[in-house]
């Protein structure tokens, strides 16, 4: 049979036959080369659809009119989809990838795919799209990405030739290899986690008023912050000139027993995201960042980021009540799995950073 059932259209078809793939990734192993080629094959099939979507047959359309087709069929397809350009710079997500990411496609546009991507993993993902985007074939690897602690996913990435370039399509479902789907998002809803912080605020409040001003007391308080909201914190206060790193407070059992150290031993303005945090008053809220030299590199001029393995930062000006004194800033990382910081949680730690600024001046910083 040639086409979809009687009152079925091809994209119900299409995510039809999705669906049993799905369910077939529990088959034995010695089944998953056929079940890869079926998948790369319905790729195919999605593929030609976005191209006919894009510049179906009959007259010419206005570029806007061309648009419309290509993105709803683009945003309906079953699977986690991400276009990119040869340097894998993301053009568009559909829906179901913005789920699966926890990114919203506004802000992921424009910035680069690997970003998503644990750091080691990201090396692999432009090899291979290099190799596409150059005539070589698809492929698919795996991979892995921030929250989604129960394995890594397979990336299936095919070329797309398109007037004047070529583009990729990347597909992330779950790897063939793995038993059960990625865990969902174990985050909490916004008012539990506004309930949350805001008893992080509480308990950071209440340390700074039940201790005498002084460096120690903003280094217990941002161990409580490391315990709330990531898996480092990195304390940095003096003037944006002269500053000292004052606390650094990391995992009870961290896999790099050095890196504490390491980050301790550190110059503060050797540290970029600090020292741009300092100098500016400017907070940053890093979910994307394909820049490995954000924190700077330990003694032996290995990426700190790589390290401590990191996939979202923090960093926020300690200010003054003046409003444009900086006396330090506070710098949380989250690694492995963490998800991105919210917005919630970045208010959250702006919110504990004034407090501390309050201290920091009363304890004589300047």
């Given at each position: 049979?040639?086409?979809?059932?009687?009152?079925?259209?091809?994209?119900?078809?299409?995510?039809?036959?999705?669906?049993?793939?799905?369910?077939?990734?529990?088959?034995?192993?010695?089944?998953?080369?056929?079940?890869?080629?079926?998948?790369?094959?319905?790729?195919?099939?999605?593929?030609?659809?976005l191209r006919l979507a894009?510049?179906?047959?009959?007259?010419?359309?206005?570029?806007?009119?061309?648009?419309?087709?290509?993105?709803?069929?683009?945003?309906?397809?079953?699977?986690?989809?991400?276009?990119?350009?040869?340097?894998?710079?993301?053009?568009?997500?559909?829906?179901?990838?913005?789920?699966?990411?926890?990114?919203?496609?506004g802000y992921a546009a424009?910035?680069?795919?690997?970003?998503?991507?644990?750091?080691?993993?990201?090396?692999?993902?432009?090899?291979?799209?290099?190799?596409?985007?150059?005539?070589?074939?698809?492929?698919?690897?795996?991979?892995?990405?921030?929250?989604?602690?129960?394995?890594?996913?397979?990336?299936?990435?095919?070329?797309?030739?398109?007037?004047?370039?070529?583009?990729?399509?990347?597909?992330?479902?779950?790897?063939?290899?793995?038993?059960?789907?990625?865990?969902?998002?174990?985050?909490?809803?916004?008012?539990?986690?506004?309930?949350?912080?805001?008893?992080?605020?509480?308990?950071?409040?209440?340390?700074?008023?039940?201790?005498?001003?002084?460096?120690?007391?903003?280094?217990?308080?941002?161990?409580?912050?490391?315990?709330?909201?990531?898996?480092?914190?990195?304390?940095?206060?003096?003037?944006?000139?002269?500053?000292?790193?004052?606390?650094?407070?990391?995992?009870?059992?961290?896999?790099?027993?050095?890196?504490?150290?390491?980050?301790?031993?550190?110059?503060?303005?050797?540290?970029?995201?600090?020292?741009?945090?300092?100098?500016?008053?400017?907070?940053?809220?890093?979910?994307?960042?394909?820049?490995?030299?954000?924190?700077?590199?330990?003694?032996?001029?290995?990426?700190?980021?790589?390290?401590?393995?990191?996939?979202?930062?923090?960093?926020?000006?300690?200010?003054?009540?003046?409003?444009?004194?900086?006396?330090?800033?506070?710098?949380?990382?989250?690694?492995?799995?963490?998800?991105?910081?919210?917005?919630?949680?970045?208010?959250?730690?702006?919110?504990?950073?004034?407090?501390?600024?309050?201290?920091?001046?009363?304890?004589?910083?300047?």
């Amino acid at each position: 049979m040639n086409g979809p059932p009687e009152g079925e259209s091809g994209l119900q078809a299409l995510v039809a036959r999705a669906r049993e793939l799905r369910a077939a990734r529990d088959h034995p192993p010695a089944e998953y080369p056929v079940l890869l080629d079926a998948a790369l094959a319905e790729l195919d099939h999605a593929i030609e659809a976005l191209r006919l979507a894009e510049d179906p047959p009959g007259p010419p359309r206005t570029p806007g009119a061309k648009a419309a087709p290509f993105k709803a069929v683009f945003d309906h397809l079953p699977w986690p989809v991400v276009l990119t350009d040869g340097q894998t710079v993301v053009r568009r997500l559909n829906r179901a990838a913005a789920e699966l990411t926890g990114l919203h496609p506004g802000y992921a546009a424009g910035r680069p795919l690997a970003a998503l991507l644990r750091p080691t993993d990201r090396a692999a993902l432009r090899a291979h799209a290099a190799a596409v985007a150059a005539g070589e074939g698809g492929r698919s690897f795996p991979v892995r990405l921030p929250g989604l602690p129960d394995g890594p996913l397979y990336a299936t990435l095919t070329g797309i030739d398109t007037p004047g370039e070529r583009e990729l399509l990347l597909v992330l479902a779950p790897a063939p290899f793995t038993t059960g789907r990625p865990a969902d998002r174990a985050e909490p809803s916004a008012v539990v986690r506004q309930a949350e912080l805001t008893g992080l605020l509480d308990r950071t409040a209440r340390a700074l008023l039940d201790r005498e001003p002084s460096a120690a007391a903003l280094g217990a308080v941002a161990g409580l912050l490391r315990d709330g909201l990531a898996d480092w914190a990195l304390l940095d206060l003096g003037p944006p000139d002269e500053p000292v790193r004052i606390a650094v407070h990391g995992p009870p059992a961290p896999d790099d027993g050095g890196l504490e150290k390491a980050f301790l031993r550190q110059d503060p303005r050797a540290c970029p995201v600090a020292a741009e945090v300092m100098a500016s008053g400017a907070a940053a809220v890093e979910q994307l960042t394909d820049d490995l030299e954000r924190l700077g590199a330990d003694e032996d001029g290995v990426p700190l980021m790589v390290r401590a393995d990191v996939t979202a930062l923090l960093s926020v000006a300690l200010t003054a009540p003046d409003g444009t004194t900086v006396l330090g800033a506070l710098t949380l990382l989250r690694g492995g799995t963490g998800p991105p910081f919210s917005l919630l949680e970045a208010g959250a730690a702006e919110i504990a950073a004034g407090h501390m600024a309050l201290v920091a001046r009363r304890s004589g910083v300047r």
